[in-house]
């Protein structure tokens, strides 16, 4: 079975990583994908945020990195993919991602959605957030994963 986890990874954070390594035994691959909408401002370019993936995930042979333009679920069937996965922090996530996974079951009965509690203690954490700290410059070793700390650093004081 292969799953497609989707987001924009803004960067990836120690949430987003949780997620992935409770699922990865579910599955015989995942699919970190990245969404490229051209009407969503990113703070990093998408080879940075692929490039991260992959060096948090490196070794790793159930991970695939990719990206798409369009519909998630259009992406899913593109790559044989089954399953949609989707983190949930909140009843918020929970209210929006419901009306997105029927959308998507609506366009095609062939991709479901999975909805993964995030850990108690992530809750709090969101690449929006990060994104605020990466600009004021605190502490990220709370936030993202220790080994694309310095590289996150870097980037952002190129593009600043």
């Known amino acids: 079975m292969i799953a497609v986890f989707p987001g924009t990874f803004d960067p990836i954070t120690i949430g987003h990583v949780d ?13 970190i994908a990245i969404g490229v909408n051209s009407k969503k401002h990113t703070l990093f370019p998408l080879e940075k945020r692929i490039g991260w993936i992959q ?11 990719g990206h798409y333009e369009g519909l998630t679920v259009k992406y899913c069937i593109e790559k044989n993919a089954s399953y949609v996965i989707r983190g949930l922090r909140s009843a918020s996530d929970f209210e929006y991602e419901r009306d997105i ?28 957030i990060v994104r605020e700290i990466i600009h004021y410059q605190g502490d990220l070793e709370k936030y993202i994963p220790k080994s694309v700390i310095e590289d996150v650093k870097k980037s952002f004081s190129e593009i600043k």
């Open 19 to 31: 997620l992935i390594q409770r699922i990865l035994p579910m599955f015989d691959k995942v699919i």
């Open 55 to 65: 060096k948090v995930f490196d070794g790793e042979k159930k991970i695939e990195t």
């Open 101 to 128: 996974a029927q959308l998507n079951r609506s366009i095609s009965d062939k991709v479901d959605t999975m909805f993964v509690i995030s850990a108690p203690e992530l809750t709090h954490i969101s690449s929006t």
